[in-house]
Nanobody
Framework: EVRLVESGGGMVQPGGSLRLSCAASGFTFDSVDMSWVRQAPGKGPEWVSGINRGGDSTYYTDSVKGRFTISRDNAKSTLYLVMNSLKPEDTALYYC???????????????????WGQGTQVTVSS
C-alpha cells in the first residue's frame, strides 16, 4: 500500500521559514518522480514543485521560485520542501504526491497522481 505522510507545517509570520517532510512507503521511492501540491481554502489544487527520481532536476511554479527548495533523500524515502520568505498567499494544506508524468511536464500540465497523504497545514499570518 502506498503511504505518504507529510509533516512540518505550522503557523509562521510573513517572512518566516518552514521545512516540510514527506515519509514515503509501500513503493520503490527512488524510481518515482515526486511533487508537492497545495490547496488553499476554497481553491483547487496547485502544483508547487517537483523533483526527478535522482534528485538532480527540480522545477517550481513561478510564485515560489527563489523562495522554496525541493529535495529528496532516497536512502530515507523522504521528500522535503524548504520554504523561505513565506507570504500569506502561501497559506494552504500541502501534500506530497507521486508523479504520473515525468517532472519536466509539471509546469505545463497536471503531472501528479490523485493519491495523496493527509497533508500538513501551513498558515502564514501576522
Amino acid at each position: 500500500e502506498v503511504r505518504l505522510v507529510e509533516s512540518g507545517g505550522g503557523m509562521v509570520q510573513p517572512g518566516g521559514s518552514l521545512r516540510l517532510s514527506c515519509a514515503a512507503s509501500g513503493f520503490t521511492f527512488d524510481s518515482v518522480d515526486m511533487s508537492w501540491v497545495r490547496q488553499a481554502p476554497g481553491k483547487g489544487p496547485e502544483w508547487v514543485s517537483g523533483i526527478n527520481r535522482g534528485g538532480d532536476s527540480t522545477y517550481y511554479t513561478d510564485s515560489v521560485k527563489g523562495r522554496f527548495t525541493i529535495s529528496r533523500d532516497n536512502a530515507k524515502s523522504t521528500l522535503y520542501l524548504v520554504m523561505n520568505s513565506l507570504k500569506p498567499e502561501d497559506t494552504a494544506l500541502y501534500y506530497c504526491t507521486r508523479n504520473a508524468l515525468p517532472v519536466e511536464f509539471c509546469p505545463v500540465t497536471s503531472c501528479y497522481e490523485s493519491h495523496w497523504g493527509q497533508g500538513t497545514q501551513v498558515t502564514v499570518s501576522s
